[in-house]
Structure formats: C-alpha cells, structure tokens
C-alpha cells in the first residue's frame, strides 16, 4: 500500500523483503561518479535520519556483492526511454539504473518515497516508470505583489523535483532588480542577480532547469507608469479589455516604437547571463490595449494580428541572438490560426487556459498542424479564489495532459497566479501543482490519484491524511455558493469590491445557499484538529489553512450584508477585518518578503471605511 507521488508507470510486487543492514555501500555506477553524488547523499541521509543506517559512498564496482546496498548504475545503451528508470527491490538489496542521470535522479525519488513510508524492512518489488511530456515545469507568479523569500522557492523547488517535475520558471514583470532601472522595482524587495545564480545551482543540482521568465509585451503598467518609460507606452488613456471592463493605460509597450526594442535589449542583456538555460519565457499574452491607441491606425491597416506577430518576430531576433530559444504566451496568435505557419520555427507556444473545458484539444491540433512545438498550461486554479477551486483545478490539469498527449506537446507547463493581490496562501497551491506532477508524468496510472491521501504525505507529511483533506475540501467550498464564475469564485469578489458592487449578486444567492458554505467551511477545517504534521513549519500551515478559511467567512458575510440576508453588522464585520489583517500581514512575511505586502493589504483596508458606515 505505498503511497507514491506521482504513481509509477509500472509498479509490479514480488515475494519477500529486504532488511536494511546497518552498513552497506551505495554504489556510484558511472563513468563520471561526481554525477551521481548529490542524489546519492540525498539517500544516504534519508537513511541515516529516518532508519539510523550509516552506509557509505562508493565508486568501485570491485567489491563483493553482499557489500552493496543500493546500485546506482548508469547505462546509456539500456533501453528505457529519457528520463526513465529501472528500480528493483530484492531481498539481496536496491539495484537503480537508468540510461541518463536524469532518470537515476527520478529513482532516487522514488527510493526517497519508499524509504519514508516503510521502515526498516521493504517490501520487494520492481518499478519501471518514464514520463510522458519530457519537459514537466511550474511557474509562479512572483509579480502580483508576493515575491517569496530564496528559502521558500528552495523548499518549493526541492518539493516539485522529488515529484518529478523538472522545469522551473518566476514570473517577472518587475520584480528582478535591473540595475538601470531602479526606480521600478525600488519598493518591492525583487529577486537580485545573486539570488537567480544560486537558485539556478539550487535547481541544477536537482535536474530542474530554471527558466528566466521576463513578460515583455503587455501586464507592464509597473514600468509604464514611471515617467522615463512612459513615452514607450501604448496609451495613457482608457481602453477596452476583453474581460467587459474598462481600464486605464498605461498597460502594453507600443509595438512599433523603437524604444521598446530598445528597453527589451537592456533587460536581456542584464538578465539572461544569471541562467544556465538556453531558452527564455518573453510572456507576450493579454497586450489589450494594441490598437487603441499610438498603434491605432496600423492596427486598421494591417490587422491585430499582423501587428502582434511583427513584434513577435523582433523579439525572437533578440532571443534568438543571445544564444536562446524563445517561449512565449500562445492566446495571441491562436487567434490568428492563418499567421500560425510564419512563427519562428523554433519558437515554443506556451498553450494557456484555466477552466476545466479549455480547448486544449483544438489549439493543440493548430500547432501540431503548422509543426511548431508547444506546451499545455494549466493552472493551479489558487488565485482569485483565496482557497482554490479543486474540481476545476483537476479538470482543467487532467485535461490539458491527455490533449497534450493527444497532440505531441513538448511540454506540460503548472501556472500559478497571484492576480488582484495574490491571497491565496501558499499551500494552498500544493493540490495543483502535486495533480499535475502525477498527470503529467503518467497520465493513465495517476488517473484515479487519491489526491487527498498524497497531499498529506507528499506535500504536508501529515501520517492523519487529514491536511491534504482539509486542502481538498477547503479547495470545493467555491460550489457551495451556487454561483460558479470564470477563473474565480464570488467569495474572492465579495472581498475585492464594494459593497454596491457586491449587491449584484442579489437575485443568484440565497440564505440557504450562504449558510451551506459557511458549514462547508467549518467541515473542512475541523480536520485540522487531527492533523500531526511533522514539518518543522507545521503551525505555519496550519495558520495558513486558518487564514484562508478566516477569509472566506468574512466573504459570507459580505455577501450577507450586501444582499441584505441577516448575519453579522457591519461593526461587526469591522472587528473581524482588523483581526483579519492582522493575521494576514503575519503569515504573509512568514514566507515572503515585504514588498509588495502594503499593496495586496490595502485591498482588504480598503473595506474598512464601508464598515464605519
């Protein structure tokens, strides 16, 4: 009954177990062996920690066989496909090999996994497992005011690669520390390029490549609103979204001003040398404002779509002139399926939807059609929900890994987002990104994944299963409302907007559909008073389960106010926000660092002044 995240393609018991010795070898089978050492000490000390079993490194394979605990055996000529490995547990001891060390590194996950759940005797059995996406990453949003510290991305990294994901990329728009420009990332405690070389190490170790990620297009309003960049602006002025909102410029570069290239050079330059990684993420999606303003009339001369793919273009002759390939944001051109053959040739679409029913099937059969390599991107579903939305998150990741497939996507991309102040505390993104881990590595054997059960080991190491429940539950409350919205849920908006506003959802809501979500909340977490969490920052998450839940009651009664269905005054409401805030500027600097904070909690003060009414 292992418990393994993501399950193997392969997993097949066999008669007996295995004893560990107090002393053995673990053997570094390879040309090189210096390859092979950092995985093996990783299993060298999960042994001593968790079995106090001593066994050493060796690289010679001239000693007796009864010596050798563990094989760690390269061999290029095995046939198992990149990435894959061979893992036998026999009554005579551990045999690993793998035809890339990249493979051995997967294993030895494995092992890891086995090891904490078996104790001193193992079961015996043999494990052939390889992936299907060769590139399997996550992105996090570090530009919507949350900027984690160098410790949180470490443990967050070192938990994705135990999970087999092997690509890791920080979404930036203005939270990496130019130092040209330092009057835009001045006040919000950005990545520095002494953070980005040793993270990149951190990650090298761990077969996971770092990936710069800098959006060069649209989502710039943190450099366009500062005067020396404000002439490379598309508009100062209002524009229409495609979300049926109006917003005020600036927002996007102007595509056909020299500038822009120009201020792109200046970033790549600075940037790019802090990574290993030869390809490079330039965002590219959402430039909403092009058309409507300096661009206006080439946009009616040459389409939307010409003008889009021209700048494109530019931009790839930068990336591609620093010794890159280019990534990029593919809701643009998927717009325009006529331009699709005349993009780079080596350029990667980036294919993003987060409901459960996005159209990875169709896009994925237009970039295959044009032969241009791609990922599925799929979403957490964490943001602008405070707690996540499970059942969407699950669709929307199963879904995107079998039309990935389906198509022949290079790669599986887990975005997680922090719009509108990044509430969402961070375990609460650890469903979505374990989920598409499992989906993405070996769809059809993670297919009926109790993902409840792995969290709690994997994630939260809680031997109760109870917290991986509590994020489980906690992550459904959303349909408890009633009331299903895109890429959020209405307890999000009925903190994030005015009580005016909130009445909108008047004639959708009812008290009994309100008092049905408050009992899905409480159900959710009483689990939390059975947790036994043994990471050393148990209490942490514990607190930021709370917090979310804290969250999502003080939206319950927002929306009870503001539909005028009883409950709590707004004196009432006012002493809970204060404690509320309290708790958030709290556990929000237990994790990250402090730009960014006053932002993301002004648009909780911001209520305040409603409830002194």
Known sequence: ????????????????????????????????????????????????????????????????????????????????????????????????????????????STLLQISAQSGAEWPCLLIEDWPDFAVRGVMLDISRDKVPTLETVYALVDQLAGWKINQFQLYTEHTFAYRRHPEVWAAASPFMGDDILALDAF??????????????????????????????????????????????????????????????????????????SRQFNVGLDEPVDVGQGRSREAVAARGIGRVYLDFLKQVHAEVAARGRRM???????????????????????????????????????????????????????????IAGRT????????????????????????????????WQPRPVSDLGFAAGAAYSWAGDANRELDLARALSQHAYDDPSDSLGRVAYDLGNVYQAVGLLVHNSSPLFWALQWPLEQVRGYREALSPEALTRTLHAIEAATALLARERSRRPDAGLLRGEFELAAHLLRHAVGRLRLACDLGGATRSELGRDLRALLDEYRALWLARNRPGGLADSAARLEKLSSEYAA
């Not at 998927?334 to 294919?351: C, G, N, R, S, Y």
């Not at 699950?394 to 990044?422: F, Q, S, V």
Request: charged share 20%.
């Open 391 to 422: 059942a969407n998150a699950l669709g929307n990741l199963r879904h995107a890994a079998e039309n990935g497939r389906k198509h022949g996507a290079l790669g599986y991309l887990i975005t997680d987002w922090g719009d509108n102040g990044h």
């Open 1 to 108: 009954m292992l418990n393994l995240l993501p399950i193997p393609r392969h997993l097949t018991p066999a008669a007996g177990r295995y004893a560990l010795p107090a002393q053995a070898l673990i053997l570094l089978d390879a040309p090189d062996p210096q390859r092979l050492r950092f995985m093996a000490v990783r299993f060298q000390k999960a042994l001593r920690e968790q079995h106090q079993r001593h066994w050493e490194l060796g690289a010679s394979p001239a000693v007796p066989p009864e010596q050798i605990g563990l094989a760690l055996r390269l061999r290029p000529e095995l046939a198992l496909p990149a990435q894959g490995y061979r893992l036998a547990v026999e009554p005579g001891g551990l045999s690993l090999e793998a035809a890339d060390a990249a493979g051995l590194f997967h294993g030895v």
């Open 203 to 276: 990650c090298r170790e761990r077969h996971v490549e770092l990936v710069p990620n800098q959006n060069s297009f649209g989502h710039l309003h943190r450099w366009l609103t500062h005067p020396r960049y404000q002439p490379l602006a598309e508009t100062l002025d209002e524009f229409d979204t495609p979300w049926g909102m109006k917003l005020h410029g600036p927002y996007s570069l102007c595509p056909l001003d020299p500038g822009s290239l120009a201020l792109l050079r200046g970033w790549y330059d600075e940037l790019l040398p802090h990574f290993t």
């Open 327 to 385: 990534q990029f944001w593919g809701d643009i051109i998927i717009q325009h399926p006529a331009l699709i053959p005349e993009l780079p040739p080596d350029a990667i679409a980036l294919e993003w939807g987060y409901e459960a029913g996005h159209p990875f099937d169709a896009h994925g059969a237009q970039f295959r059609a044009a032969g241009l390599t791609f990922y599925v991107c799929p979403g957490t579903s964490s943001w602008n929900s």
